[in-house]
């Protein structure tokens, strides 16, 4: 069964800390892995996308790593900010029969940075 | 500015009584797709469209309608809304590759 799982459920950390999320997926065929940021009541926003053959992926003070072998990603924010206070979602893409691209969506993780 | 926009972006309403949350983008974008969000079980697709005048059901497409009549508009249509429908709903839409960009969300409640 097609899964992306996340951890930790929620985080909270202090403004100028860094911190590191956790996604770990259970999908084939695999085509590529987006990072979200989704501000409370508000749609999700792309932070970063990886392919297969892409083990990392800079925007700004976030870094998305991705290990295709452990089937796993991280999203690392340095020196956060109040602003990145939000929800953090990890989206893998599968292409199955018919080449009609899918989307599993993790549950996210909340983080929230406490001045 | 590059949008999708969502109307209404709140509604209350009563076990039904039909309902229709426009969605409109201005990107030009072939597919368009309509999510629901509720707590714990994350964004669920509820239906897509490839292109105009073709739809299909997504994951949770139950008590749902749409419609592709116009390249930048994809309604989403509640015939007879039930409580179980209270939720949050994204509009979104992207080229035929590439990122999905996400309309503002309508929160609806259905008593």
């Known amino acids: 069964k097609n899964q992306v799982e996340q951890s930790p459920q929620s985080l909270i950390i202090l403004e100028g800390k860094n911190c590191t999320l956790q996604?770990?997926?259970?999908?084939?065929?695999?085509?590529?892995l987006r990072w979200y940021k989704q501000d409370t009541g508000r749609g999700p926003v792309s932070l970063t996308i990886?392919?297969?053959s892409e083990n990392t992926k800079s925007n700004g003070r976030y870094t998305a790593t991705l290990d295709a072998d452990t089937k796993q990603s991280s999203l690392h924010i340095t020196a956060s900010q109040l602003s990145d206070s939000a929800s953090y979602i990890c989206?893998?893409?599968?292409?199955?029969?018919?080449?009609?691209?899918?989307?599993?969506w993790g549950l996210g993780t909340s983080l929230a940075v406490n001045p | 500015e590059a949008q999708v926009t969502q109307n209404p972006r709140y509604l209350i309403t009563v076990t039904g009584k039909k309902l229709t949350v426009t969605c409109s983008q201005n990107m030009n974008h072939e597919y368009m797709s309509w999510y629901r969000q509720d707590p714990g079980l994350g964004l669920r697709q509820i239906y897509y469209s490839m292109n105009v005048e073709v739809t299909d059901k997504g994951d949770v497409p139950e008590g749902y309608k749409v419609s592709r009549k116009e390249k930048r508009n994809f309604p989403l249509i509640l015939e007879s809304p039930s409580p179980n429908q209270t939720s949050l709903y994204f509009c979104?839409?992207?080229?035929?590759?590439?990122?999905?960009?996400f309309g503002p969300g309508t929160r609806l409640l259905v008593l």
């Open positions: 989206v893998v893409s599968v292409i199955p029969a018919g080449n009609n691209r899918k989307l599993i």
């Open positions: 996604c770990n997926y259970t999908v084939s065929p695999f085509s590529n």
């Open positions: 979104a839409s992207r080229r035929t590759t590439g990122t999905q960009y």
């Open positions: 990886m392919t297969f």
